[in-house]
């Protein structure tokens, strides 16, 4: 019996690589001599980089840059030497992990530090550039990179803008004079879960602003500003792509992605799935097994199970997710590749003591599974 095994990460809990040892040892005590395949996963967010690293046999490399509020941060990114592909997470620049709550400031908060990463990627000679871009603490339109990479943007006094999205709102000029020559060799791709236009009701000020610190009045005057800095690099670069899927990811930094690198937006479970071999490794596959923290509505829109699901589901291959929780809507899924779902609690218990007890709930219910499985089988 062949078993892939591709859940993402439980957040605040393990990673995606553990949460598959987990489930693996729980179906080893059932079918000792199955063929358990364990493919990590992860959808554009936070464990990108260790997922792909992982099933690629690729290495961690560490830059200093600047963090979201100016600090200087250690930032971890992936480098595929062979592909001369490098891998970056913008969180680790950029993160919302980076802040404490006390101290979120959408309106300055920049994603300059992601720039300094992919111009680290520029040094190593990358030719490839995977830009994941979940988890941000920005709300700047990718404008704090850009300016790492060498764009100016400057005022009215031509002096250069401050950092962070409320300080667009004075741009004047874009001077792409001092842009890195190296980046017009260089493929770009957004790996995300989100396909939020720039700006209005459903961009990034308005439905991500507010968790990153901005108030009401403050998240309408960051969607002016943005508004105005699309305004300004449509003139400069003689294309408007505000209004494309993927601009409002992470601030607007895919925004700035789309518009100065050419980047290709794509989900961030097709992008994982395609490095990692993913589709190879169900061919002739009897069961596929993913997984995350919590597993609802929301997965429709590019989460891990689903990405999972949509390639198995090509090959005829069922579809099991084990989650934390199963939240509301989770049952349209069943429409979309997913068999069944199964969550890890067996009792009451606090949020805590489940993200503690992981890797023995998850056992456990893989155990369970595999024993109805087998019952079925007969």
Known sequence: ???????????DSLSAQGVADAIAQGLAEVWPDAQL??????????GTVEAVLA????????????GPLGTAVEARWGWLPQSRTAIIEMAEASGLQLVPPGQRDACSSSTYGTGELIRA?????????ILAIGGS?????GAGAMQALGVALLDDQDQALPPGGLALG???????????????????????DVDNPLCGPHGASAVFGPQKGASAEQVQQLDRALGHFAEHCAQALNRDVRDEPGSGAAGGLGFAAKAFLQAQFRTGVEVVAQLTGLADAIEGADLVITGEGRFDAQTLRGKTPFG????????????????????EGYEALYEHGIDAAFALANGPMTLQEACADAPRLLAERARDIARLWRVAAR
């Open 308 to 327: 999972v699901a949509r390639i198995a589901q090509r090959q005829g291959v069922p579809v099991l997710v084990i989650a934390g929780t199963l939240g």
């Open 1 to 11: 019996m062949k078993i892939i095994i591709a859940p993402d990460s439980f957040k």
């Open 55 to 66: 099933a690629c046999n690729g290495q961690w490399r560490e830059t200093r840059v600047r």
């Open 170 to 192: 004075k741009l004047v000029r874009i001077d792409l004079g001092d842009l890195d020559p190296r980046l017009a060799g260089v493929c770009f791709e957004i790996a995300a």
């Open 37 to 46: 395949i364990k493919c990590p996963m992860a959808d554009g967010g936070e």
């Open 121 to 129: 990627a520029l040094d190593e000679g990358a030719n490839r550039v």
């Open 137 to 141: 603490a920005t709300n700047d339109g």
